[in-house]
């Protein structure tokens, strides 16, 4: 059995490029840029009114004038209003431009309007107050998002207002999650008192769709000939294949054979972990990536969420964010394994604090929804205090 270091290490040496596609900017969250966003305009491209009121003239307001008789409106979408009369003003909508003539905007709330004139009640303004000036953010030309960001809902709108429906991303991996087991029963099944229902897949291509990665999910009978034949057609379709199960001692763990018959190379089989041990990685020929995580839904799930996005991350060229957070109370661990504890995290003076929570075994998936985050809690001891900071991957 290697280390979770190791392990980790072994994982992101297999970094993959699948080049890149254009994608529909609303199926574009989760992928990472593979060209710049470049402003065509400035931001923001006029000066932009940022209080509904009215527009005046500052020289006016400076000469003692108080009361403004309003000349019409400017509302936003419409174009550029010229205030005729500088001892005047003009009614004025957040969003719109601000008319020709005028440099200063007082809010509905400082004003009294009566029979289309417009009394102020401050003593005070500021040249170019409540105006969001044009070219304040950006300039046109400037690059607003860099290639190799990964993008976010804002990054989405700051795309859309840039004029692009359609963008160059990073090609993601083409991912099969299979689960493994006779035991399993579709969801909408009722299982019988031996069965169980499949929810691990459901977890995994949950946790993708997050990556903005959108997998196929199969079921593998305990058939090593059936699954043999069934996984030549997927690692001969998929970039990378996601198991759940069949990977232990079991008599009916037939994966690592049958994968073995695939000529796959065993990179590692086994880390000394809890939970998660028996997890196996490898690739085939064709270079087809293979995450066997172990079939217990905690398992299943340390194991995608601490490797399977090491490497996707690596192979993306982003980071992955790591934090550090402090155990809330002593916490001891026997066994020499790193225990990757699922936690709830809350935030104390400064401070993340983890909490673990009280689960049975890798098999519990009631209290594993209940987890924020996984704290690693490293093999060289048993004792573990409050006031050392562990790695902390929120989830
Ligand atoms: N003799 C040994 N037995 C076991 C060992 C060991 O080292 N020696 N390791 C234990 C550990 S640790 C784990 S974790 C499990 C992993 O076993 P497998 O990967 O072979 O998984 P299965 O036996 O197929 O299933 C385990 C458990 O998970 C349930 N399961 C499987 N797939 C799904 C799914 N898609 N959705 C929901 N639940 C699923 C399955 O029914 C089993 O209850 O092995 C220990 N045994
Ligand atoms: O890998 Mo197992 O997860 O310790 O139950």
Redesign the pocket.
């Given at each position: 059995m290697i280390s979770v270091e190791e392990a980790l290490q072994l994982v992101r040496a297999q970094i993959r490029d699948y080049g890149t596609e254009e994608v529909e900017l609303l199926q574009s969250t989760g992928h990472i840029l593979a060209q710049d966003i470049v402003a065509d305009r400035a931001y923001p491209p006029f000066n932009r009114v940022t209080m509904d009121g009215i527009a005046i003239n500052s020289k006016a307001f400076s000469a003692g004038r108080r009361s403004f008789k309003i000349e019409g409106v400017q509302a936003a979408g419409q174009p550029q209003q010229t205030l005729v009369d500088t001892d005047n003003c003009l009614e004025v909508m957040t969003g719109a431009m601000l008319p020709l003539g005028t440099d200063v905007v007082i809010p509905y709330e400082q004003c009294e309007i009566v029979d289309g004139v417009a009394t102020v009640n401050i003593e005070e303004v500021s040249t170019l107050q409540n105006v969001h000036l044009e070219g304040t953010d950006s300039k046109q030309g400037d690059i607003l998002v860099q290639s190799g960001h990964k993008i976010t809902p804002a990054i989405v709108g700051l795309i859309a207002a840039s004029g692009l429906s359609k963008i160059l991303v990073k090609r993601l991996p083409k991912v099969a999650v299979c689960?493994?087991?006779d035991?399993?029963v579709e969801v909408d099944e009722q299982p019988l008192p031996h069965q169980?229902?499949?929810?691990?897949?459901y977890?995994l291509i949950a946790a993708l769709h997050a990556e903005g990665i959108h997998a196929q999910r199969y079921?593998l009978r305990d058939d090593p000939q059936v699954m043999l034949e069934e996984l030549t057609t997927i690692t001969n379709y998929y970039d990378v294949v996601l198991l759940?199960?069949?990977?232990?001692?079991?008599k009916?763990?037939h994966?690592p054979n049958v994968l073995n018959r695939l000529k796959m190379e065993a990179i590692f089989h086994?880390i000394a972990q809890?939970?998660?041990?028996?997890f196996l990685f490898g690739k085939l020929p064709n270079e087809v990536l293979i995450f066997?995580?172990?079939?217990?839904?905690a398992?299943?799930f340390v194991c995608y969420q601490l490797y399977f996005k090491a490497w996707l991350y690596q192979s993306l060229g982003i980071s992955l964010p790591v934090m550090k957070a402090f155990l809330s109370r002593p916490f001891s661990f026997k066994p020499n394994l790193t225990l990757h504890a699922l936690v709830t995290i809350t935030y104390n003076e400064g401070k993340l604090i983890a909490t673990p929570i009280e689960t049975s075994t890798?098999?519990d998936?009631v209290n594993l929804a209940l987890a924020q985050g996984i704290l690693s809690l490293p093999a060289d001891r048993n004792e573990f205090t409050t006031d050392e900071a562990f790695d902390l991957q929120v989830v």
């Open positions: 689960a493994t087991g035991e399993l169980i229902r499949q929810s691990n897949s977890m079921h759940s199960g069949a990977v232990s001692k079991g009916f763990d994966l086994g809890r939970p998660g041990k028996p066997g995580f172990p079939g217990n839904p398992s299943t890798s098999g998936m």
